[in-house]
T-cell receptor, first 112, second 111 residues
Framework: NAGVTQTPKFQVLKTGQSMTLQCAQDMNHNSMYWYRQDPGMGLRLIYYSASEGTTDKGEVPNGYNVSRLNKREFSLRLESAAPSQTSVYFC???????????FGEGSWLTVV | SQQGEEDPQALSIQEGENATMNCSYKTSINNLQWYRQNSGRGLVHLILIRSNEREKHSGRLRVTLDTSKKSSSLLITASRAADTASYFCATLNSGNTPLVFGKGTRLSVIA
């Protein structure tokens, strides 16, 4: 029982390259989230999906797109990576918004 | 914008001492949650306290909530080196939007 699985764990990108962070959960949860964590900034919400078929912007959506592929999977895409997007990205889920959130182990992204 | 604000930003104590962290927030909430993050790992849920509750316990953890002051505290009793981590509060606002996390308190427990 993996819980929340994120891939890749580490990635180095050049400015302007694109990439997709993948997230899958086997907890049968309805809501899924993407957060970024920067030193001294805590966690900031990028996008979330309250249920399959819906997505909404969070606090810092610029430069990102998301896809809720099905109930299990929620991907985050950087179309043209910028150094300001160097961060640790966390995918998370909960049964319904506002309940206990379960986090993945994080994806470390460096944009050079 | 971030709702919860933890205080202090960093705390260093000796093993066996109690550790207290505080969280202040700005708007009405439905619940407040505390999470722990070990270095290089994801966050792990510790405890949830609802807006109509004043105190909750879980093992060595005690959480209080004062909605009149818009603040919460997390007390870890008899701390251990393994408690070394960052601790975050997160609030669920009355509009039921996603949890909003604070910036965290870094706790170091010295053996």
């Amino acid at each position: 029982n993996a819980g929340v699985t994120q891939t890749p764990k580490f990635q180095v990108l050049k400015t302007g390259q694109s990439m997709t962070l993948q997230c899958a959960q086997d907890m049968n949860h309805n809501s899924m989230y993407w957060y970024r964590q920067d030193p001294g900034m805590g966690l900031r919400l990028i996008y979330y999906s309250a249920s399959e078929g819906t997505t909404d912007k969070g606090e810092v959506p610029n430069g990102y797109n998301v896809s809720r592929l099905n109930k299990r999977e929620f991907s985050l895409r950087l179309e043209s990576a910028a150094p300001s997007q160097t961060s640790v990205y966390f995918c998370a889920t909960d049964r319904y918004s506002g309940n206990t959130i379960y986090f993945g182990e994080g994806s470390w992204l460096t944009v050079v | 914008s971030q709702q919860g604000e933890e205080d202090p930003q960093a705390l260093s104590i000796q093993e066996g001492e109690n550790a207290t962290m505080n969280c202040s927030y700005k708007t009405s909430i439905n619940n407040l949650q505390w999470y722990r993050q070990n270095s290089g790992r994801g966050l792990v849920h510790l405890i949830l306290i609802r807006s109509n509750e004043r105190e909750k316990h879980s093992g060595r953890l005690r959480v209080t909530l004062d909605t009149s002051k818009k603040s919460s505290s997390l007390l870890i009793t008899a701390s251990r080196a393994a408690d070394t981590a960052s601790y975050f509060c997160a609030t669920l606002n009355s509009g039921n939007t996603p949890l909003v996390f604070g910036k965290g308190t870094r706790l170091s427990v010295i053996a």
